[in-house]
Structure formats: C-alpha cells, structure tokens
C-alpha cells in the first residue's frame, strides 16, 4: 500500500509532490525594511531541499504596522517584491511550491512606539497598550492592504497565499467576541464579525486565481470565545468564496495555559473536513511519519504542516519515509550515487600545484 504522506495531491490545478509543508514560523530576521536576505534564501531553501511538498514563508505583513515583531517579513512595498523573487525562485528550484502567509498582527503588533490597531480599543492583557479601534474607513485601508499584498505575492512567483485569521491577530481579533466588541456591521453577529473576513477574501480573490488557504484559531479556549463550531460557520462562508483549504491552528486571543499533545488541534480539522467537506490542514506537535500517516490516511485532513520538527531537521521527510520504510526521491549529491554522478560531468582543468620551497 503506498504511503499516501507522499502522494502527489493537487489544489486548483497546483500539484505538490507530497502532503507535507513546512508551517509558517517567525524567524525575526529581516532588515528594518522588511526585506529578505541571505538567511531566508538558506532557510526557506534547505526546507525545499530537504523534501517539503510545500514552504510556508512566515506572515508577510500588509502594513508596516503589521508586524508581529522585529525583523518580520513585509509585503507592504512595491520594493519588497524583488526579493521575495529570489526567495520564491530558489524553493522552486528544489522541487517544492511556495506559500505566501499575508497577515497583520493587530493589537499585538511588536514595535515600541508605533500605535497598534484593532477592532475595538482592548489591550491583550492588562498591562498591555490599549490599540486605537479602527474606523471604517481604516477597515477598508486594510482590507485593500491584503489586496495589494496578494497582487505582490503573485508577481514574486508564490504559488499559494494563505490569509492569517490566526493567533489572536487582527482578523482573528475581529472574529472573536473576546477582542471584538463593536456595534457597527463589524461587529455583534457571526456575520458582522466575518464580515471583514468575507471583505479581504474576496479582495485577495480579485488578484489571486491560485490555491487559497485561511489559517484559523479553531478555539479561543477561553469562556465566551470562539470553538470549532463557530467555525463550522464561518468555515462554510470561506468554502462559498472560494477558499481551497482550512489550515486548523488554534489560541492566541488570550494568555492562558494550553494543554497540549501531539495532534491535539487535529481534531478541528476532522471536524471541518467532514462536515463541510473542504480540504483541511492539521497541524501542532506532528512530531513523526506515522503520527502524520495516520492524520491522513483516516481522512482527518489533506496536507500536514511540519513546524517545530522541520526546524530541528529539515529533512524530516526523508526522516518520515526511512519511518514508514518508503524510498522518496533524494537530492543525488547526498546519495552514493552522488560521486558517479560527479563522475559524469565533463573534467575540469586540474589545478596548479603549490610551489614548493628550493
């Protein structure tokens, strides 16, 4: 029986060489300008080669104040674009398609100094800054900031965008009733809290004819707060306007302790698969190959999205196919047949000894 973490699976006509990605993770590296360099082209690329069917960058941000921190990526900028190039075009050349996050982080934006934003003026925690509740008019300067991020994302070569409605950033500020306490048509109901949801998919939509994901906080975990079946709601909105895939994380709104194991957000994505039938991907402490054989292979989700693991290794899918005993392609350099392969290219000029003392 083949092993089905390594089947080819297509979305909207992109094929990925297996079910495997690697989960956007912050790494804090970019200059002030937000631009990539020489560490994102190393560690986006070695992910690629190491076998992933799909590099996650981490959120991208739509605004400078966007960013969940220091060195944070940016897409905000026209001149942002030609790096991302580079970026995009070196995970291709390992075999692997590229995923573009575009996120802003709202209330827990993480620069001193700068005002942050949010959907009503409530601070994370108590003695956290108070954020200024956006206008509407400032809605629409975000939702036309995703716009314009997703029409960059397309010309530096990306081959998946994924809309950031996690963790407690802003649009996941806006869908939970914890952080979003508007009485306008931005707030009160389901459909007033996605409504700005509904707004920056159908914007990215307008630039974007790719596989299009959303990553969720399926739960708040906290009294009053969103849980899967609010998303069971909203999940049927997003398959309406034309989202390819739920990718299902979980918390970030409030501080509190979760407990967790490994494969316990899987649940939220069986949820949204089965009942809504759209693809889903699974992921938090998917640790080994038969952890995430398993996910598959009973219909629990479509992909899984390595994070932690793939940091430690960035082959783990090679570690995962020498688990399930099943032979994935290699690069031939790390082969034994990497020397015979050496071999066949045509000789080069041999190089002039060193001098030697009289």
């Known amino acids: ?37 020489d560490f994102h082209l190393v560690h986006y690329g070695a992910r690629a080669l190491g076998g992933a069917g799909l590099v996650f960058l981490e959120t991208t941000a739509v605004l400078e104040n966007g960013l969940i921190g ?21 995970i291709h050349q390992f075999g692997a398609k ?41 809605i629409k300067d975000v939702v036309e900031a995703f716009r314009r991020g997703a029409r960059r994302a397309r010309e530096a ?15 996941n500020e806006f869908l939970s009733p914890l952080a979003n306490h508007r009485s306008d048509e931005y707030g009160g109901s389901h459909e007033n809290r996605y409504r700005i ?7 990215v939509r307008s630039e974007w004819e790719g596989p299009l994901f959303v990553r969720i906080s399926s739960t708040d975990y906290v009294a009053g707060g969103n849980t899967p ?7 049927q909105w997003m398959k309406e306007q034309g989202v390819d895939l739920i990718d299902c994380s979980s918390g970030g709104i409030a501080m509190v ?9 899987v649940p939220a994505a069986e949820l949204l698969r089965r009942k809504l039938e759209i693809k889903t991907g699974a992921v938090g402490l998917i640790e080994t190959g038969r952890q995430a054989e398993e996910i598959l292979r009973n219909g629990r989700a479509d992909i899984v999205l390595i994070g932690r693991e793939i940091l430690k290794d960035p082959f ?37 000894l060193p001098a030697t003392a009289a």
Request: hydrophobic residues 40%; contains cysteine.
């Open 1 to 37: 029986m083949p092993v089905m973490l390594f089947e080819p699976i297509i979305i909207r006509d992109t094929e990925f060489r297996n079910r495997i990605a690697m989960s956007p993770m912050c790494m804090h590296s970019a200059g002030s300008d937000g631009r990539v360099n």
């Open 70 to 90: 220091p060195g944070d990526i940016g897409i905000w900028d026209d001149g942002q674009v030609s790096g991302l190039t580079r970026l995009t075009d070196v």
């Open 98 to 138: 590229a995923g573009c996050q575009l996120g802003h982080a709202g209330r827990q934006f993480g620069i001193d100094g700068v005002p942050a934003i949010a959907p009503s003026a409530i601070p994370f925690m108590a003695d956290s800054r108070v954020p200024e509740g956006l206008t509407v008019d400032g």
């Open 157 to 171: 070569g990306f081959d998946v965008i994924e809309i950031h409605t996690a963790h407690g950033y802003l649009l």
């Open 197 to 203: 949801v509904r707004e920056v998919i159908d914007a």
């Open 229 to 235: 079946s609010d998303f069971l709601v909203y999940g």
């Open 257 to 265: 302790k979760v407990d967790s194991f490994p494969g316990y957000q």
């Open 316 to 352: 783990w899918p090679r570690t995962a196919a020498d688990e399930l005993k099943s032979e994935i392609p290699v690069p031939p350099q790390y082969t034994r047949y990497g020397s015979a392969w050496q071999r066949a290219l045509p000789p080069r000029p041999a190089a002039p």
